[in-house]
C-alpha cells in the first residue's frame, strides 16, 4: 500500500546544529507539504511543493529550507535549529494541483522534534 | 487575514451521548472545509470534506454542516464510542490560498465509558 513516511520519529538536537527530518511517500504525488504543530496553534504551513524542482514559503518558514530533487522526498531543514522550533512536524501530500484543493491531503505519523 | 476558531479546545463527555463540534473562520471566501481527526503520536486523518456550495455531508455516525455566510462549520458525532476519543481539527481553503489549509487548533475529545 502507498504510505508516507517520515525519519526520524523522535530528535533531540542542541541549539545551533544543523537538523535534516525526512519525508517520503510512495503515493507518486506532485504536492507535499511540510507544516509543525504547536499547542494552541495546530497546524501551520512550514514550506511546499507542486513538483520537482518547486518549492514555495509557508506562513512559518524562516529558518527552514526545503529541496525537491524527486518526486518522492521532500526533506525539511532546520539550518541552525533553535529551541522555538521545538514542536511536531507534519509532511503531507496530494494528488494534483487544484486551486481549490479538493484533493485529500495524506500526512505522516510526525516528528517530534526537541532543540535544548 | 482568514482565522479558524475552534471552540472548546477540549470536551469530555459519557460514552452514548451525540458530540458537537464546532469551527468558524473570519473570511467566508472558501472553497471547501475539512474536518480531520489525530490521534495521540499519529498523523492526520480526513474524516469530511464539504464543498462552499453544500450545506452539510454525512458519512456513518459522522454528519458535518456548513454555513458559509456566518463562517460556521458544526461537526456532529453520533452515539459516541470510547474509539472516537481524539482531537479534531477543522480547515479550510481560501480563494487565495491556493490549495493549502489552514488549520483551527483542534478540540480534544474524551469519551467515557
Known amino acids: 500500500d502507498a504510505e508516507i513516511t517520515q525519519s526520524p520519529r523522535h530528535k533531540i538536537t542542541e541549539t545551533g546544529r544543523q537538523v535534516t527530518l525526512a519525508c517520503h511517500q510512495t503515493?507518486?504525488?506532485?504536492?507535499m507539504f511540510w507544516y509543525r504543530q504547536d499547542l494552541g496553534h495546530g497546524l501551520r504551513l512550514i514550506h511546499y511543493?507542486?513538483?520537482?524542482?518547486?518549492?514555495n514559503k509557508g506562513e512559518v518558514s524562516d529558518g527552514y529550507s526545503v529541496s525537491r530533487s524527486n518526486t518522492e522526498d521532500l526533506p525539511l531543514t532546520l539550518e541552525s535549529a533553535a529551541s522555538s522550533q521545538t514542536s511536531v512536524y507534519f509532511c503531507?501530500?496530494?494528488?494534483?494541483?487544484?486551486?481549490?484543493?479538493?484533493?485529500?491531503?495524506?500526512f505522516g505519523p510526525g516528528t517530534r522534534l526537541t532543540v535544548l | 487575514k482568514q482565522e479558524v476558531t475552534q471552540i472548546p479546545a477540549a470536551l469530555s463527555v459519557p460514552e452514548g451521548e451525540n458530540l458537537v463540534l464546532n469551527c468558524s473562520f473570519t473570511?467566508?471566501?472558501?472553497?471547501?472545509l475539512q474536518w480531520f481527526r489525530q490521534d495521540p503520536g499519529k498523523g492526520l486523518t480526513s474524516l469530511l470534506l464539504?464543498?462552499?456550495?453544500?450545506r452539510e455531508q454525512t458519512s456513518g455516525r459522522l454528519n458535518a454542516s456548513l454555513d458559509k455566510s456566518s463562517g460556521r462549520s458544526t461537526l456532529y458525532i453520533a452515539a459516541s464510542q470510547p474509539g472516537d476519543s481524539a482531537t479534531y481539527l477543522c480547515?479550510?481553503?481560501?480563494?487565495?490560498?491556493?490549495?493549502?489549509?489552514?488549520f483551527g487548533a483542534g478540540t480534544q475529545v474524551v469519551v467515557t465509558p
Open positions: 480547515a479550510v481553503i481560501g480563494y487565495s490560498s491556493w490549495g493549502k489549509l489552514q
Open positions: 473570511d467566508s471566501a472558501i472553497y471547501n
Open positions: 503531507a501530500s496530494s494528488e494534483s494541483l487544484r486551486r481549490d484543493g479538493v484533493d485529500t491531503q495524506y
Open positions: 511543493s507542486y513538483g520537482v524542482q518547486d518549492t
Open positions: 464539504i464543498q462552499s456550495s453544500q
Open positions: 503515493w507518486n504525488h506532485n504536492n
